[in-house]
């Protein structure tokens, strides 16, 4: 059975959608998020995964600054014309890429480069549970002044409307003709909402696909792992939020800013998949009386699962460093496998470079 794009939202609610695709890389994005913010705004950006793993910080942002990022294909392809097995890789690329960038599950709902999309690429969407979200095209592709895109735009600003824009390095005209459509939006009494709320009107529910690597726990290490030693009291606690708050870890920054958040993060017991943190598992990396690294994880019945960990450096290296621990806590415990659900892919690579069989899963 075909699936349908969808077009719009409840036309018998008053809100509406300004969407923007692609992902600048010269013209700064704050061009598009501060207009949002100043007129109070959400928007949805359907950047492609390659955007994404060459600005995690910016994909970051786009969320902590409360909009919406969705996928766009991971290469901007003309999905028509590519084989069912490139365009799930595609898909998936850039699943990965979005909880790589943001340490979140990707939505479920994307949008085709280019308009290219054929009924079989709806079949395709619909096995892999997602929708395709289209709209009316404000033909700022062209990279014309905001004076057309406004005239393109305002007559059909209604009740549920989507509106395709975009945000990359063409659409010069675009931010300064948003602004003026939101306005006008708000003229009409239409609130400009998130791809989710409009999906919402219409009685979908967004889903969300979450990825981790499994590891096996090898026979034995390659070599021991590096000072890691136990948390011991509280005033290590303290020491380490004092430490970490300046390590700017890529997937907290735009949560923790202070010390004293990040001494709530790391006192609050974590739960995730199912899973309760391990107390007695929280060790530190302590090299020569500063701390280089931290991890907390808890366990099942036959798996390690790494919960929270970070490092002062960002090299792939660290997770080595990581993974030694994880396998000598793992074989102390008497478990065979490790999890984990950041750093995917550089993970994946570094237990590829020492030998140990991992891979790359649905975390159902």
Known sequence: MSAEAIWQGDVNQAICAFTFDDGPT???????LDVLEQEDAVGTFFFTGEWMDRYPDKAREILSRGHVLAPHTYHHRRMAQVPKSVFMEQLKLTELAYQDATGLPCPSFMRFPYYSFREGNLDWLAEWGYLDI???????????????????????????????????????????????????????????????EILDSVGIEVGY?????????????????????????????YELAAQTVEWNIPQYTMQFTSEGEWLEHLETPLEESGVTEDRELFTI???????????????????LVLLDYAAKEAQADTLVYLLRWAVET?????????????DIRRMNEMCRQLGWQSEIKEDQ
């Not at 990396?285 to 798996?303: F, H, I, L, P």
């Not at 793992?330 to 065979?336: E, I, K, V």
Request: charged residues 25%.
């Open 209 to 237: 696909r979450p990825w981790k690597i499994t590891v096996e726990v090898p026979a034995e290490l390659d070599h021991p792992m590096d000072n890691w030693v136990p948390l011991k009291d509280d005033q290590v606690l």
């Open 330 to 342: 793992a074989s102390r415990l008497g478990l065979t496998q490790i999890e984990a659900r950041r």
């Open 26 to 32: 010269q013209l700064p994005l704050e061009l598009w």
């Open 285 to 303: 990396q302590d090299n020569y009386g500063s701390y280089w690294g931290y991890v907390r994880a808890g366990y099942t019945e036959d798996t």
């Open 134 to 196: 289209e709209g009316i095209d404000s033909g700022d592709w062209d990279g014309g002044p905001a004076e057309g895109i406004i005239a393109k735009v305002e007559p059909q600003l209604d009740n549920g409307i989507i509106v395709v824009m975009h945000s990359n390095d063409i659409a010069k005209g675009t931010p300064e003709a948003l602004r003026e459509l939101i306005r006008i939006a708000k003229q009409k009494g239409l609130r400009a909402v998130g791809i989710p």
